[in-house]
């Protein structure tokens, strides 16, 4: 199957702002939860966000909710997180996947780097 493709990271000083975007084609993208995951430096993966096939409920990990948006649009097989206020603490790699993520699912995700 075709993997997910991620973009949109980069390099930003602490209090910034970067926007995702996950194209999650090769999946019957309309009905499935999409999740954000990351993984930081020498750190598990972790979850961060999810969202429903409507897009109407979203579920955000504790240490970004209230900075962190995730949005799809399912026209466009497309998944977006924007993030605010970023914090050093949020640099990782950052992936989409259906959530619960499947496990021959993963991409090369993107690599968001935050500065102090």
């Known amino acids: 199957q075709v993997q997910p493709v991620e973009s949109g990271g980069g390099l930003v000083q602490a209090g910034g702002s970067l926007r995702l975007s996950c194209e999650a084609s090769?999946?019957?993208?309309?009905?499935?939860?999409m999740g954000w995951f990351r993984q930081a430096p020498g750190k598990e993966r972790e979850f961060v966000a999810r969202i429903d096939w409507t897009g109407s409920n979203t579920v955000y990990a504790d240490s970004v909710l209230g900075r962190f948006t995730i949005s799809r649009d399912n026209g466009k097989n497309m998944v977006f997180l924007q993030m605010n206020n970023l914090k050093p603490e949020d640099t990782a790699v950052y992936y989409c996947n259906t959530n619960p993520p499947q496990k021959n699912y993963w991409g090369k995700g993107t690599l968001v780097t935050v500065s102090s």
């Open positions: 090769g999946r019957a993208f309309n009905i499935d939860p």
